[in-house]
Structure formats: structure tokens, C-alpha cells
């Protein structure tokens, strides 16, 4: 397995583990909610409340990531500027969670954007610019 793939099944990994952390905040530990249908869920607390925005911003994120990265399969697999900008995003989503989760505000965002800049040099790469 290339090392951009195995990127992609960590950050698979990483946005199921935000959709699992929301969920289980969302439910409060109740396992019985969890398992139901959630037509009456508790009021989210605030730290649910960024679970849930924290796990959906990751998925809006991963779609893009998951698509630079299946163009750079097909066509670059072993490129080092994809490859950076993948370890780039990557880590970047790894801190953006617990900061998010922690509500610290200013960091979330320029974290954010560390994530985006990761993401940019990925298509950059792909586009063949510097």
C-alpha cells in the first residue's frame, strides 16, 4: 500500500471516529438511544453540539481529500508534494478535533486553515504549479 493510501484509510478511520464521538455525546452513553431510531433525542450539550459540527466539518473535508487523492492514485501515486500535503491535511484534522471539541476559538479556525493549505498543496501538485 502506497503511504498516500494509507493516509486515505487513516482519515477514513479518523472521520468515523469523529461520527462515533458525536454520536455517543449526542446519546449521552445511553446505548439503548444510540441503537434506536433518535426520533427524540436530548438537547445536545455545547460539547455535543461541537462533536456534531466537528464530525460533519471532517466529512466535508474528506470528500475533498478523498477526491485529490484518488486523482494523485491514478495519475502521480508517488508524488512528494501530494504526499506532503496529505501529511499536511492529515495532521491537521488529527488536532482540529480535540480543538474543536474544547471549543478553543481562533485556533479551530487557523488549524482549519493549515488543513486547507494541505489540501491546496495536494492540487497544486496535481495541477503541476510550484
Known amino acids: 500500500m502506497t503511504r ?3 493516509l ?3 482519515m477514513t478511520v479518523l472521520t468515523w471516529l469523529a461520527i462515533i464521538v458525536a454520536s455517543m455525546l449526542r446519546s449521552k452513553g445511553d446505548m439503548k438511544l444510540a441503537l ?3 426520533d427524540h433525542l436530548p438537547e445536545p450539550s455545547p460539547l455535543a453540539a461541537r462533536a456534531d459540527r466537528a464530525a460533519q466539518n471532517t466529512k466535508e473535508n ?3 481529500f478523498t477526491a485529490l487523492a484518488a486523482a494523485a492514485l491514478a495519475v502521480a ?3 512528494a508534494q501530494v504526499l506532503l500535503g496529505a501529511q499536511i491535511f492529515f495532521w491537521a484534522r488529527v ?3 480535540p480543538v474543536y471539541y474544547f471549543g478553543i476559538q481562533g485556533v479551530r479556525t487557523a488549524v482549519w486553515a493549515v488543513g486547507i493549505v494541505g489540501l491546496g498543496v495536494m492540487a497544486a501538485a496535481l495541477l503541476g504549479l510550484p
Do not use: G
Open 95 to 97: 488536532v482540529y478535533l
Open 8 to 10: 486515505v484509510v487513516a
Open 62 to 64: 474528506f470528500i475533498l
Open 4 to 6: 498516500l493510501l494509507t
Open 77 to 79: 501515486p508517488a508524488n
Open 36 to 38: 434506536s431510531n433518535r
